[in-house]
């Protein structure tokens, strides 16, 4: 049993939307005292500011509602209920008041001196694998050597991230499944190829007890490592049928100012943040397949800096209520193109066909688990539900749509095909 009780002080590195979300967390868990560490002043008073914010929207059902009265999962809660769940592991629990949680959260511009005492540290930094490894290589320098050192990344291989840390034992992934970590209930704990046991458990365990509104926290370890790890690769697989479909349309002479009239734009990757699933979907591409590249219209935004909300602009742009809409009336013949060729068991068979693989390459030993990692992360049925019924007819609509995209990768693999994912409960 691992004794959590050892770990105190907890340090975060990187402010922004995750190291934020993180920080909210740690400091509702109880620990003495939770050190943001990013760049300089101005991004960590920014962060610390919205930190306090997301803390004292939790004072009372009525500011909760108010506060995260945008974000769609949140509108219909059953906020008696779920706050008592959270109050069972945040403040109530510790008996501690708000201003006193607040006084534990420290910020500091010098990773050296904010992670020297430290036993737990969170990595929140860009989805860059030369940053994240110079992070990893100064944490094993400056922490202690007890600390475990966790990374959030949404993609990326720990035992690289590690390399230069001169303790790959201690170095684990630790990916929150949402932009708003109090909102999420998944949390996937990823082993490097040298992670330790002790350092995954003590992973596991830190990571059951973050609050969530939204209820018990579900833990994920995977077996091993791959890029994208589950619920994200599902995710970017599938996005590549729409991105097909966007350029479709473009071909066929709508648009993009049509499309974003009829609000095909994404506003959630506005929120997840342009640079992240652009970096996300390059390491894809160059893990797994070059059918991973990012969109043009991706690269486009990427390339004018345009990162979504948290620079004010993205594929729409934002202010403090929320992206800014004007759109143009839809025309008629951009929905009828549209769905006409929409088929959204694409998106399912496509989701399967990915999940097999996974359970082919033994990141998981079993389609329900994947079942599950998809509903406790997107609050949607996992790809196995229908699939284990349909996947003939899906590998065929697959054939069919990886010839018509080009798109060899989304062929059906053997594992979904001759259905030998049913020996996988
Ligand atoms: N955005 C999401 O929805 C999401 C969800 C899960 C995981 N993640 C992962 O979390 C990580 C952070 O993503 P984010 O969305 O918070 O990005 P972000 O751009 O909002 O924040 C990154 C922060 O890292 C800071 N930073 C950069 N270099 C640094 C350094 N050398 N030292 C200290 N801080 C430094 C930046 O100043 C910035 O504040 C990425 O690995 C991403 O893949 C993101």
């Known amino acids: 049993m691992v004794e959590l009780d050892k770990i105190k002080n907890f340090a975060v590195i990187g402010g922004g939307i995750m190291g934020s979300g993180i920080a909210q967390v740690a400091l509702l868990t109880g620990y003495e005292k939770v050190t943001v ?21 939790l004072e009372s059902e009525e500011k909760c509602k108010e506060f995260f009265a945008y974000h769609d999962l949140l509108k219909n809660l059953d906020f008696k209920n779920k706050l008592g769940s959270f109050e069972s592991v945040g403040i109530v629990a510790n008996k501690v008041d708000i201003k006193t949680i607040l006084s534990r959260l420290c910020t500091e511009t010098d990773i050296s001196k904010g992670v020297r005492d430290t036993d737990f540290v969170i990595e929140a930094v860009s989805e860059k694998m030369e940053l994240k490894q110079k992070i ?5 320098e400056y922490s202690p050597p007890q600390a475990v050192l966790a990374s959030n990344t949404s993609s990326m291989s720990i035992t690289d991230i590690a390399q230069d840390s001169k303790r790959p034992e ?10 708003f970590p109090i909102t999420g209930m998944l949390i996937e704990i ?15 365990e830190v990571a059951q007890r973050f609050p969530s509104l939204m209820g018990e926290r579900f833990t994920v370890q995977l077996e091993k490592e791959t890029p994208g790890l589950i619920a994200n690769r599902l995710a970017i697989t599938g996005t590549l049928y729409f991105n097909w479909l966007m350029n479709q349309a473009i071909e066929n002479g709508i648009s993009r100012e049509k499309l974003d009239a009829a ?13 992240t699933i652009y970096y996300c979907s ?31 602009e993205g594929f729409y742009k934002w202010n403090e ?6 759109l143009p009336p839809v025309e008629k013949s951009t929905t009828d193109f549209i769905t006409k060729l929409l088929d959204l068991e694409i998106i399912s068979a496509i989701q399967l066909n990915e999940a097999c693989r996974l359970l082919d390459e033994g990141v998981v030993k079993s389609y329900e688990l994947i079942n599950k990692v998809l509903l406790k992360g997107t609050f949607m049925p996992g790809p196995f539900v229908i699939g284990k019924t349909k996947y003939k007819e899906w590998a065929e609509k697959l054939y069919d749509f990886a010839e018509k995209s080009g ?5 059906p693999c053997d594992m979904m095909e001759s259905g030998r994912f049913l020996d996988f409960k």
């Open 263 to 275: 609000d095909f734009s994404s506003e959630v990757a506005d929120v997840i943040g342009i640079d």
């Open 282 to 312: 390059k390491y894809l591409e160059k893990k797994i397949s070059p059918d991973f590249a990012p969109s043009e219209r991706l690269t486009d935004l990427f390339n004018e800096g345009k990162f979504g909300r948290k620079v004010g």
């Open 407 to 411: 798109k060899s990768y989304l062929k």
């Open 37 to 57: 560490i990013d760049l300089n002043s101005e991004i960590l008073e920014k962060s610390r500011i919205l930190i306090q914010q997301r803390i004292e929207a």
């Open 190 to 204: 990823t082993p490097g190829e040298k992670s330790s046991a002790e350092s995954l458990d003590i992973g596991r």
């Open 170 to 179: 201690k170095v684990i992934g630790m990916h929150f499944h949402t932009y």
């Open 136 to 140: 990893f290589e100064q944490l094993g």
């Open 321 to 326: 209520d929320g992206p800014i809409k004007n």
